[in-house]
């Protein structure tokens, strides 16, 4: 294994070089009358544990992946038309066997082990036939009562001078990358209104399966008052209400944010329908599972947050946060579901000291956990992460968190324990190379997983021209 971690590790120095070798252009490239910008993020990464435990199907303990994701914007400014779309490739470099604890989705996806998606690829003209409507084709997202990704048309027509009204209208067939949902349609709208200055008022709509709605209210009487709210439903069952205010002490710098959020019973095999992942108990499986959300019941939380600038420490800001999260139906207790307290206290940094280039925060957590007897308990956690810059081309940043109990495991972080210090350098103004490493040690690894620990290196290059 040493020999193998050895020739992986030379391999990414090898990459490292090359990367630092080349120097993009860090303006938008002029093609005839368009203007042209070009976003690239290569990733590799290598990981490798400790040798998994017997009941495992496979003894793999390493892992090598590489990603890409490009993303393009061409704008034709003198016609009001813009194009734009990003990809994303991502390709298992040692095919990895079923059953291994690093099978991921990429590993799914038929015997090369590769996956390609298109996130987005669509065009938009803006001042069609009037100043006040943009029009967008292709494959794109909408964003309201539900983020729906599909291939067909979206429209804008905007009246500012009658109550700021903002008109939204999109619809055409739903694109699903992780599982085949047919050729269905689907569409829906988005309205808001501005009746007052500070105030905005949205009533949006997606109709598929079933018809979600969403109704949302962002209001701002003062520089010193936010006040914010949302309820949704789909059909006639409400999903949740959200709200919130947040204030800030104009002598003090003192900021103050109060919220509750009213989760309710999932009635409606529609409800998050377009979040697909999956969870540990089925990761060595090629089925996706809904979203972890899914699993959620009904609860209540409230949170207090606020935070408080010192004057006499150039840069320093502390922070604290109350968390209460109570179930709506106590037998419902499961390793998803909990009543808890939590209180976080913490502060930021930022160039103190007179350190230019400097970010320094860290943390404190104590949950107060009510689950069944196996899983009731307190935990307690400590964070902190720097960063440093150094010579305006190098950046350095270091990662700790701990906690001192698992029973925490779903709600903040599912490692015990975790490092990460990473080193990037910048090619150019807009252009960087990363090296990152990463250790996780948990309980809940040996029991899920068979490993005691994970280890992670990662090379990314971000490109810009």
């Known amino acids: 294994m040493a020999g193998l971690q050895w020739r992986q590790l030379r391999i990414v120095a090898g990459l490292i070089i090359g990367c630092c070798l080349l120097t993009p252009p860090v303006s938008a490239l002029e093609l005839g009358g368009a203007e042209a910008s070009l976003r690239s993020t290569t990733?590799?990464?290598?990981?490798?544990?400790?040798?998994?435990?017997?009941?495992?199907?496979?003894?793999?303990?390493?892992?090598?992946?590489?990603?890409?994701?490009?993303?393009a914007d061409v704008i034709w400014q003198d016609k009001g038309l813009s194009f734009s779309t990003m990809v994303t490739y991502a390709k298992d470099l040692d095919g990895t066997r079923s059953g291994s604890i690093f099978q991921d989705y990429t590993d799914s996806r038929g015997s090369h082990r590769q996956d390609f998606e298109c996130y987005y690829a669509y065009?938009?003209?803006s001042g069609l036939f009037t100043d006040a409507l943009t029009v967008r084709a292709g494959r794109q997202y909408a964003y309201g009562a539900e983020n729906i990704q599909f291939d067909g048309l979206w429209a804008r027509y905007d009246l500012p001078q009658l109550l700021g009204l903002e008109i939204e209208a999109f619809g055409g067939l739903i694109t699903q990358h992780y599982d085949d949902l047919g050729p269905?349609?689907?569409?829906?709208?988005?309205?808001?209104?501005?009746?007052?200055?500070?105030?905005?008022?949205?009533?949006?709509?997606?109709?598929?399966?079933e018809t979600s709605w969403e109704t949302a209210l962002y209001w701002q009487p003062s520089d010193s008052w936010k006040l914010r709210s949302r309820v949704a439903f789909i059909n006639d069952h409400t999903r949740f209400i959200d709200g919130g205010v947040e204030t800030t002490i104009a002598a003090t710098g003192t900021?103050?944010?109060?919220?509750?959020?009213?989760?309710y019973d999932i009635a409606s095999e529609a409800d998050f329908l377009f979040d697909f992942s999956y969870t540990l108990d089925e990761a060595l499986s090629s089925e996706m599972n809904r979203l972890y959300l899914m699993q959620e019941e009904s609860y209540l939380q409230f949170d207090v947050r606020v935070s408080q600038p010192i004057p006499f420490v150039h840069g320093l800001t502390v922070f604290g946060r109350y968390c209460n999260r109570n179930l709506s139906h106590s037998d419902d207790e499961n390793i998803y579901n909990t009543d808890f307290h939590r209180i976080t206290a913490g502060f930021d940094l930022h160039e103190g000291f007179g350190i230019?280039?400097?970010?320094?925060?860290?943390g404190y957590s104590h949950w107060w956990e009510k689950r069944d007897k196996f899983y009731e308990g307190e935990s307690t956690s400590w964070f902190a992460d720097l960063e440093q810059e150094l010579f305006q081309t190098l950046e350095i940043s270091l990662g700790y968190y701990h906690k001192s109990e698992d029973v925490n495991s779903l709600l903040e972080n599912e490692a015990s324990t975790s490092y990460r210090a990473a080193v990037a350098y910048k090619i150019c103004a807009y252009s960087r190379v990363e090296l990152a490493y990463e250790y996780a040690q948990d309980d809940f690894y040996e029991d899920e997983l068979g490993v005691d620990h994970i280890n992670s290196l990662t090379v990314t290059l971000d490109l810009d021209f």
């Open 255 to 263: 900021v103050l944010d109060f919220s509750i959020y009213r989760r």
């Open 356 to 362: 230019h280039g400097s970010h320094f925060s860290a």
């Open 43 to 71: 990733e590799y990464r290598l990981q490798w544990s400790d040798s998994p435990a017997d009941y495992m199907v496979t003894d793999e303990n390493s892992d090598q992946d590489f990603f890409e994701t490009l993303s």
């Open 123 to 125: 065009l938009e003209k």
């Open 184 to 209: 269905s349609g689907i569409g829906g709208a988005n309205l808001r209104i501005r009746p007052l200055p500070g105030l905005a008022i949205d009533l949006n709509a997606v109709i598929f399966e």
